[in-house]
């Protein structure tokens, strides 16, 4: 069974470009995660979706990030326009149908803002 | 303060030792506990949870310290393999497991 997949794995702009990433959870996930990982950090939550709903974006910063889940599988999240302190890497994960099942990671976006 | 606080390390310890992690967390609220491991420029993957009881799997040794809000991790018998970073991760009972992740403990295993 396939993980998580997620896309690009690495990406290069310069600062004030936008900039997407795309990840595809475990099928049957109905829970899908995106974190936000600094060197040297752990992940830190943006944003948390059941199905299509986003139900947690609390610290997800909606000046210039977006997110959309529209048929409740993939997911796309957007930066727009990219600053210099976005440079981090940006982790996707879902889990099961119960809220406390494991939560499985994709490989992560590395994006580097110049 | 941050919410989940760790030693970053790094720990260098040759083959075979047996090296232990802490770390603190602080919100009393927390309701679920865990180990993830990651290794270098790869995504974090779930080590093991942490029961109030204490919990082991294989040379891993899991303890939980409720009232001190103190989690904290052994390994016996190091391998080179067991080289990576260890995240401790709490989790908050708000209808799901949100985690909080700990910046990490570096753990390098020599021959």
């Known amino acids: 069974e396939a993980g998580v997949v997620q896309s690009p794995r690495y990406k290069i702009i310069e600062k004030k470009q936008p900039v997407a990433f795309w990840c595809n959870p475990i099928s049957g996930h109905n829970t899908l995660y995106w974190y936000l990982q600094n060197l040297g950090q752990g992940p830190e939550l943006l944003i948390r979706?059941?199905?299509?709903?986003?139900?947690?974006d609390s610290q997800l910063p909606k000046d210039r990030f977006s997110a959309e889940r529209l048929k409740g599988v993939d997911s796309t999240l957007k930066i727009q326009p990219a600053e210099l302190g976005d440079s981090a890497v940006y982790l996707c994960?879902?889990?099961?149908?119960?809220?406390?099942?494991?939560?499985?990671f994709g490989p992560g976006t590395r994006l580097t803002v110049l | 303060r941050k919410e989940v606080e760790q030693d970053p390390g790094p720990f260098n310890v040759p083959e075979g030792a047996t090296v232990a992690f802490n770390c603190t967390y602080s919100?009393?609220?927390?309701?679920?506990f865990f180990w993830y491991r990651q290794d270098c420029r790869k995504e974090p993957k779930l080590l093991m949870s942490v029961y109030s009881s204490g919990n082991e799997d294989g040379r891993f040794t899991a303890q939980l310290n409720r009232a001190s809000q103190y989690i904290s991790l052994l390994i016996r018998d190091s391998k080179l393999s067991d080289s990576a970073t260890y995240l401790c991760v709490v989790a908050f009972s708000g209808g799901y497991n949100k985690l909080i992740f700990g910046a990490g403990t570096r753990l390098a295993v020599h021959p």
């Open positions: 979706y059941e199905n299509e709903e986003a139900v947690d």
């Open positions: 994960a879902s889990s099961g149908t119960s809220a406390y099942n494991e939560q499985f």
């Open positions: 919100n009393s609220a927390s309701q679920s």
